[in-house]
């Protein structure tokens, strides 16, 4: 993983992140999140991966159901935003409940016979690159339950 301060305009920074092969693009990025402190900030890229994994919120089971493809595919559009911690909820159906920097990550790619596939990215393992651009907020964000829908959903909070 390599990055690059962009710009910092009254505290609020725009990065570059790469990422290299064989990197999983979900775990990098929220290294990087937690390393520098992102908690409010939106997220954009494009790449490929050799294997990813998509999911897929039944709003009546309130499940996730995960697609996994295991054939190279271009990211087409990676979009997303960073948000802190969500206090242990594994909102994602990830498996994942840790306490760090939660992502929210929605991701299309194309296959070689040009057809598409997307989703919430859960797991992307980077061949050849992915180029992220990720930009701070100045409202930072944390996550909470929301009772109806049984997500854990953004809770903004003004940035001190």
């Not at 690059?4 to 999983?24: H, M, S």
């Not at 935003?81 to 920097?101: C, E, F, L, T, V």
């Amino acid at each position: 993983m390599r990055h690059k301060l962009l710009e910092d305009q009254n505290g609020l920074r725009k990065f570059v992140l790469v990422l290299d092969a064989g990197e999983e693009a979900v775990a990098a990025i929220k290294a990087f999140a937690s390393a520098q402190d992102l908690e409010g900030s939106s997220v954009t890229g494009i790449g490929a991966f050799e294997t990813c994994s998509f999911g897929h919120f039944n709003p009546a089971t309130k499940e996730f159901t995960r697609n996994d493809i295991d054939v190279q595919a271009e990211v087409l559009a990676l979009v997303g935003n960073i948000a802190g911690p969500d206090g242990g909820a594994d909102s994602d159906g990830d498996g994942d409940d840790d306490d760090g920097p939660h992502l929210h990550l929605h991701c299309v790619v194309g296959l070689r016979d040009a057809t598409t596939r997307g989703g919430h990215l859960i797991q992307g393992i980077v061949r050849p690159t992915m180029e992220l651009i990720i930009e701070e907020s100045a409202v930072h964000m944390s996550r909470g339950l929301d009772r109806a829908t049984g997500l854990v959903l953004l809770q903004p909070n003004q940035k001190d």
